[in-house]
């Protein structure tokens, strides 16, 4: 989940907020006579950041892995110009934040992460059709992924649910810091401190779940962004992308270096600063070599609306879950006959139904989290000899053949296709 929007100030007060890039590294300052930045400029403060990241990410080990990184980082200028430079306040649209290709900060593959800037002395309409997601929620954040909560704000997360839904699924809120002298319909409270939203759309089956189709609309008067604004945001790119990466990377290392390895456990960070009422957060760090396999077993609540696990790499970057099986959630998995999920983590397929590939990384973040659910139950993980994986688990699992995990995969990266999430 960067992490950044979601845990804001507590993130900052253990040291895991990136720094902004180095005056030296901001160099834009061939402006004369009062100019604004030209592209060189610009294009001269962006230059440092490709190097910086990849020592950051020790991922300069082989070309493979460098040529993966810039084009990681490309995504993350990408996912600013989107989502920072190319906003227009007194226009704003859901863009999407996090995704197979904008990989950061661990997404939920289950959830279609949008995002939008928001002015908090302005007024909004939300309205769409609310599908057949799982559900959906609108949180307020502090933060503009550049500016950082003061600590004092607490999200205010908003459900989809609670609204009036007509009959063709149709709904529609103001958002605003009051509420409209004579409006009878369904509002939002605006917060002073909100800088953005994030919407995020939760899919059980990818397959046949009908997606939201949402918009927003600003019923007051803004200006246009002034030619001085826009070249402020140009200028604050290099730091969107530091930002992105660097907090990210902190945060792996603050899970593996305080939840262990190949353990997890309830999260320390999110427990102090969740915005996500009645949603639990449980990390901890994986390494294991490729003849290895990690056993991670739990009970699964009797009531839970929502429940999940996904790996990882060490960036906080989720392995790539439309082409391998790096993630389940509670319809996709399967549990034993005793009620309990059992999954394998391992680089080389076990044949086991829950099966969760690492992609090969060395070591990367294992996180689960429960949603609304009757308990919150930490599972327990043990190191195995990949050959013997058989013996750790019951008698009657099944097995998945080569050709059954191949046609596995392929209907898992259709369903993937499926999904609106641009």
């Known amino acids: 989940m960067t992490r950044l929007g979601r845990i804001g100030a507590t993130l900052a007060a253990v040291g895991l907020l990136a720094a902004p890039l180095s005056a030296g590294a901001q160099a834009q300052t061939r402006n004369q006579a009062g100019a604004l930045p030209s592209w060189a400029d610009q294009m001269e403060a962006l230059k440092d950041v490709g190097g910086r990241l990849l020592a950051t990410a020790e991922r300069g080990d082989t070309e493979a892995h460098r040529q993966e990184m810039y084009r990681y980082v490309l995504g993350a200028v990408s996912n600013g110009f989107l989502n920072y430079v190319n906003v227009d306040m007194g226009h704003p649209t859901w863009t999407p934040l996090w995704n197979s290709a904008y990989n950061y900060g661990g997404p939920n593959p289950d959830y279609a992460y949008m995002f939008t800037l928001v002015d908090p002395k302005g007024a909004y309409r939300i309205s769409g059709y609310r599908g057949t997601s799982r559900f959906v929620e609108i949180t307020e954040q502090p933060s503009d992924f550049l500016t950082s909560s003061d600590g004092k704000h607490v999200p205010a997360t908003h459900e989809l649910d609670t609204l009036h839904i007509g009959k063709d699924g149709y709904f529609s809120v103001i958002m605003s810091a009051e509420r409209p002298a004579g409006y009878k319909g369904d509002w939002w409270r605006l917060d002073a401190s909100t800088l953005s939203l994030l919407m ?22 803004a200006p246009a962004p002034s030619p001085e604004e826009m070249a402020r945001r140009f200028s ?160 009657d699992t099944p097995v998945v053949t080569a050709t059954a995990r191949k046609e596995q995969l392929r209907l898992r990266r259709e369903a993937a296709q499926l999904r609106q999430l641009w």
Request: charge should be neutral; include cysteine; aromatic fraction near 10%.
């Open 236 to 395: 604050n790119l290099k730091d969107w992308v530091a930002s992105t990466i660097e907090s990210d990377i902190r945060l792996t290392h603050y899970y593996r270096e305080h939840h262990g390895i190949n353990t997890i456990k309830k999260s320390q960070l999110m427990a102090s600063s969740n915005p996500f009422p009645g949603q639990v957060y449980l990390d901890g760090a994986f390494q294991i070599a490729d003849d290895e396999a990690l056993i991670l077993e739990t009970t699964v609540p009797a009531k839970c609306r929502y429940w999940q696990i996904l790996l990882a790499d060490n960036r906080f970057a989720t392995v790539d879950w439309v082409n391998r099986q790096s993630s389940l959630n509670g319809y996709q998995a399967r549990l034993d006959k005793d009620g309990r999920f059992r999954a394998v983590i391992a680089a080389r397929d076990p044949g086991a139904p829950n099966w969760l590939d690492t992609g090969g990384e060395a070591w990367g973040i294992i996180q689960m989290r429960w949603n609304r659910c009757a308990d919150a139950p930490e599972p327990v993980v043990r190191k195995v000899a990949l050959k013997d994986v058989r013996r750790f688990l019951p008698a």
């Open 200 to 221: 995020r759309k939760a899919s059980y089956d990818w397959r046949h779940e009908i997606d939201p189709r949402m918009a927003i609309d600003r019923l007051d008067d």
